[in-house]
């Protein structure tokens, strides 16, 4: 069975430092992953995917993601962060043998100015 | 293209009513899915479809039933609303292949009380 966490529930972050937001997955075959933002009363937006062979992974708005395989970890980060960065960010994750497509508990972002 | 529309955008179902959210999209996707996002969790996968008429459970399918007769429509099925379905549904979709990481695309989301 897939499952994905995310460790924190909050990050809080001061603009200008760089930002990191932690996600394990756990899957038989191999990890199709991906990072998603929520902004307040909306849907999910794409921010960036794995993709097989890159360790790291950029995406919209500046963000990037590492892929550890060893670890089994997929973290969200940024160079320096923005005030308007601040919003929900859940990791996803499908196992390659499997149609399903598993979301973490989400990881609230503060960035303060 | 308008992506993937669902209606109605709020709702408030008395225990023990019935109801179906509604869920289009016009990308010509095979794969369709709804999840539930109750306050403060994170998304949990109600069920999924990939393609017409195959549907399949996710994580947390009691209470609930769909069904996908076109590619476009995936419409989600309350029967006897409970308190415990209180949550904001999205519906998604994506263009997913067997060796394919398609991002999802999202509705707006529908916010469902049940008092």
């Known amino acids: 069975a897939q499952s994905v966490a995310q460790p924190e529930d909050q990050v809080n972050v001061a603009e200008g430092n760089p930002l990191t937001v932690k996600c394990t997955y756990s899957?038989?075959?191999?990890?199709?992953l991906f990072w998603y933002v929520q902004y307040p009363n909306r849907g999910l937006q794409f921010l960036l995917k794995?993709?097989?062979?890159?360790?790291l992974v950029k995406g919209s708005y500046g963000f990037e993601a590492e892929f550890n395989k060893s670890q089994t970890s997929f973290h969200l980060k940024k160079p320096s962060a923005l005030v308007s960065d601040s919003a929900l960010y859940f990791c996803a994750v499908r196992d390659s043998s499997a149609s399903k497509i598993i979301f973490g508990s989400g990881t609230r972002l503060s960035i303060r100015p | 293209n308008a992506g993937v529309t669902q209606t109605p955008k709020f709702r408030i179902l008395k225990i023990g009513q019935s109801m179906t959210l509604q869920c289009a999209q016009d990308m010509n996707h095979n794969y369709m899915y709804w999840y539930r996002q109750d306050p403060g969790m994170g998304l949990k996968l109600i069920y999924y479809?990939?393609?017409?008429?195959?549907?399949d459970k996710g994580e947390v399918p009691n209470g609930y039933n769909v069904s996908r007769s076109t590619t476009e429509d995936f419409p989600l099925r309350l029967e006897l609303a409970a308190p415990s379905q209180t949550s904001v549904y999205f519906c998604a979709s994506s263009r997913l292949r067997d060796r394919d990481n398609s991002p999802l695309h999202f509705g707006n989301g529908t916010r469902l009380t049940v008092t």
């Open positions: 899957v038989s075959g191999n990890p199709y």
């Open positions: 479809s990939v393609g017409a008429g195959i549907t």
């Open positions: 794995y993709i097989t062979g890159d360790n």
